[in-house]
Each structure stands twice: as C-alpha cells, then as structure tokens.
C-alpha cells in the first residue's frame, strides 16, 4: 500500500476537499483506496460519509489509543460516484475520525514512539493500494504522524500570495521530518488549488509556484467552483455531487495525472 499525506501548514488550502476527490478519483478508476481522515475536525470523514460518519465508533482515536485496530474502524463509502455512470471499478473505505481525537494527542504525547503509532496501525492492513491522508491545517503530533507514516506528500496550495509564505515555513518542516524521523519522505506533488482565472494574482503566484519547484507542480490546476465546497456538506465527492461541474473535471484529470506520476516513480 503506498501512502500520501495530504499536507500544508494552512487552512482553506482545499486539502479536505483534494483528499476526498483524488480518493474518490482514484476508486472510480480501478484501485482499491483508503482514506484517512487525521483531522479532529472530522471534516474528510463527513466529505465521504455524511453526518452519520461523525458518529462512528470506532474511530482514529481509538485506534491510536490502542483500544481498536485500524479495520475495525474502517467503513466503506458507498457514494462515491453518480448513479447515472457505471459503478465504479474500485472501492473506497474511510478511516473516521471526530472531535475525540484531539484527545488521542494528549493521550498518546508521553509514549516512547509515539509519532510512529500511525504507521504501525497503517502497516497492518492489507488489501488496499493506496492511501491518503488528511492532515489537520497546523503542526500537531497527528500531523507528524501522518508525515512519519507517509512515503509521498501531496500539498495543496491556494493561488493566493500568502500561500506562498505557509509554503516556504512547511518546507522546513518537511526537512526536520526527513531528516529525525523518516528519511522515505519526498514530495509527490504541489497542487494549485482555488484558482481563478479572471484574476491576475492568481495567475502570478501560479507561476511563481511552477518557478520555485520545478517539476514539482501538477500541470492540472484545481479552479476555484462552489460545487466543490457544496459536496462536503452533502457528504459526496464532487463526481456524485455534481458530475458535470468544472471542479468534477478537474479533479478527474488531477486523478489521470497522479496515477500517470505514480507510474514514474
């Protein structure tokens, strides 16, 4: 199973929204994918679940306080593409989480290795190909774990200047990591996200962007599309919300591009 942290050290990146829909991207296409959601915002888990996910039990926090294994909290996503196409050819299984996790941190903060909890729950299952996770947007110890578990990052990144600067400070952050806890670490991607075309500075840090890490930069562009943030509260990815929209779009040539890279490496 190869797993991506979903990861930059700012909200409203669309880092939710990019794990959910290249997830999602990914099962229509054929592979057998695991979402997790890191964030004791629970916010993945309601983009692929619903409300009925937040109530889920077992959750993350269980197992990374040790009072479940991974599969036992892992519940599959039945909606995960319009009705009106072909089933999809894959499959899509969400590890929850909900506000207890913010606990498990507190819980798990003494323990000797604490920051490898993750992987090890991770390394157990079997039967999945890949494996996204959602990070929270600040640098906490679940961040961390995500980041020492993963062997590829994803980091979504606003068209918007001060992106850029939260940019810069996480990769910094990427560093330590590689250089005290997981060496494997290496960027799999940067993904513009929220870009609209009409304004100037959008186009600019994109080039900026494509400038600084060369190579680095998906060529898709994530457009900036309601439809997106509508789907997280209809508990969809986009391509069961809205199918038809630019932010589907977008995201299904995202999901061509990834696995395209993924042959590459």
Same mark, same amino acid.
């Given at each position: 199973?190869r797993?991506?942290? %979903? ?24 592979? !057998? /994918?695991l979402a ?26 269980e ?17 995960i ?12 299984? %969400? ?20 920051? &490898? ?19 929270? *947007? ?17 980091? *979504?990144?606003?068209?918007? *200047?001060?992106?850029l ?13 590689? !250089? ?17 075309? !009409? !304004?100037? %500075?959008?186009?600019? /840090?994109l080039?900026r ?6 190579g680095? /930069?998906?060529?898709?562009?994530? &457009?900036?599309? /309601? ?8 508990g ?12 589907a ?5 995202l ?11």
């Open positions: 199973m797993i991506y942290a %979903v990861a930059i050290q700012k909200g409203g990146t669309g880092k939710t929204a990019t794990t959910a829909n290249l997830a999602a991207g990914l099962a229509i296409a054929g592979g !057998r /994918v997790v959601d890191a964030d004791p915002q629970g916010h993945l888990t309601q983009h692929l679940l619903g409300k009925a996910g937040a109530a889920a039990r077992p959750s993350l926090y197992v990374l306080t040790g009072k479940a294994k991974a599969a036992e909290a892992i519940i599959q996503a039945e909606r593409q319009s009705p009106r196409r072909k089933p999809a050819a894959g499959s899509l299984a %969400v590890l929850p989480a909900n506000g207890d996790l913010a606990a498990a941190e507190l819980e798990i903060a003494d323990l000797p290795g604490r920051e &490898r909890i993750l992987a090890g729950a991770l390394a157990e299952l079997r039967g999945y190909d890949t494996c996204l996770i959602d990070c929270p *947007p600040s640098l906490t110890l679940l961040t961390v774990a995500a980041l020492t578990a993963a062997a590829g990052l994803i980091i *979504p990144v606003q068209t918007e *200047p001060l992106a600067f939260s940019l810069r400070l996480f990769m910094e952050t990427i560093d330590k990591i590689k !250089r005290n806890l997981n060496p494997r670490l290496e960027i799999f991607g940067i993904v513009a996200t929220r870009f609209d075309g !009409r !304004r100037r %500075v959008n186009h600019e /840090v080039e962007l494509r400038e600084h890490f060369p680095q /930069v998906f060529k898709t562009v994530i &457009r900036e599309n /309601v439809s997106i943030a509508e789907a997280i509260g209809h969809r990815p986009i391509f069961a919300y809205r199918a038809g929209s630019h932010g779009a977008d995201y299904a040539t999901t061509r591009e990834f696995m395209k890279r993924e042959k590459t490496k």
